[in-house]
């Protein structure tokens, strides 16, 4: 409740971002904390410089936060807040070093900065080079200068921290790695999902299909399964788009592809094929359910869409044919269908395939 109260207005900010943004956030309100139970531990050590400097880290959360958090969030442009951290654990890792050595382990937070570059979008191979060169120079003077303590600690204390600094260190990389590599496959199945599913309907698209049915067809005969396919039209579709507009034409096909998706066997696959046209591949089939499901989707339509009707056409896969001749058989059973008056499913019978094949 009281973090609630005291980043409420961050929080409403973050609710519909991506675990990205949100880690981050959360990132520098653990930092801050850190940095604020440094100071009195500092000053339990009789290190005051240190209990200052960590003020002053604080401090630098503390803007990043409730400073530049809005604007960063709005802009998602976190380019000023990465300075401002990169820039405290540089100066806070080699004062704590100074003062306490080596042995401490806080020189392990400059080695982090190794990590950072590569979550700065856009930079150039070049500048990545001088920043990782700046950070192997600092960690290198640190260990030539500042091995041994200027500050009279007891080596008991220094020793405790360097074993709790190395926990956290290794702690916080392999959360850096995890969390960056977990967006980056997050991102890349969202433009995955972008570019295989329709986007208004959530089927597959037409072009995740083709390399599907292509890969599909090359191994049919190791699978030694049969096929079926239906194809779906919503009938006059046209006319409900003018006579009710665009925005009612898509409550309509989301409320069909809704529909065909909840009649589908696992395996099966729903493809919005263009406008308002859908297919259906139905692995593994005979032509006893191929119809059943082809009627149960006309039916389903009818009775959950208002006035709309769909006619559906289908045919079974024969040997030695290809996806072309089962979607010319499947789309003359459509053209018959709605010959003979539309708001039915008609399957091409064997006989018909075999008369459309000589």
């Given at each position: ?222 699978r030694r399964t049969n096929a079926g396919l239906l ?99 499947a789309d003359a059973a459509l053209y018959r269908a709605k010959e003979e008056g ?17």
């Open positions: 409740m009281a973090f609630r109260k005291l980043f409420g207005h961050q929080l409403a900010l973050l609710k519909h971002e991506n675990h990205y943004w949100k880690v981050g956030f959360w990132g520098l309100v653990v930092a801050g904390m850190l940095h604020l139970l440094f100071i009195p531990l500092f000053l339990f050590l009789h290190v005051p410089k240190l209990a200052a400097i960590n003020v002053v880290s604080a401090a630098m959360y503390g803007y990043a936060i409730f400073g530049l958090g809005d604007r960063t969030l709005i802009t998602h442009d976190d380019t000023a807040i990465g300075w401002i951290v990169y820039t405290e654990l540089l100066l806070h890792g080699l004062a704590a070093t100074y003062y306490l050595g080596c042995e401490s382990g806080f020189q392990y937070y400059i080695y982090l900065l190794a990590l950072l570059p590569f979550f700065v979008p856009n930079q150039s191979f070049p500048v990545y080079i001088l920043r990782f060169a700046g950070i192997v120079g600092a960690s290198l003077f640190i260990h030539r200068y500042f091995r041994i303590p200027s500050a009279e600690v007891d080596a008991v204390y220094i020793r405790a921290l360097g074993y709790v600094n190395l926990a956290v260190f290794l702690s916080v990389a392999s959360a850096l790695v995890y969390f960056y590599t977990r967006f980056e496959s997050d991102y890349r199945r969202s433009l995955i999902d972008r570019s295989q599913k329709d986007m208004l309907t959530g089927l597959w698209t037409r072009q995740y299909f083709s390399s599907f049915e292509a890969s599909w067809f090359h191994n049919r005969h190791t194809i779906v039209d919503i009938d006059n579709f046209k006319s409900v788009n003018d006579r009710y507009g665009h925005a009612v034409g898509d409550k309509v096909l989301q409320q069909a592809a809704s529909a065909i998706q909840a009649l589908l066997r696992p395996g099966d696959l729903a493809v919005r094929w263009g406008g308002d046209e859908f297919i259906v591949f139905l692995p593994d089939i005979d032509e006893r359910a191929l119809r059943g499901i082809g009627h149960a989707i006309v039916e389903r339509v009818r009775l959950q869409i208002d006035e709309t009707t769909v006619t559906c056409g289908g045919a079974l896969l024969h040997a030695e044919e290809g996806f072309s001749e089962l979607f010319l058989h539309r708001n039915r499913c008609l399957i091409a019978e064997a006989a018909e395939t075999g008369s459309s094949r000589a």
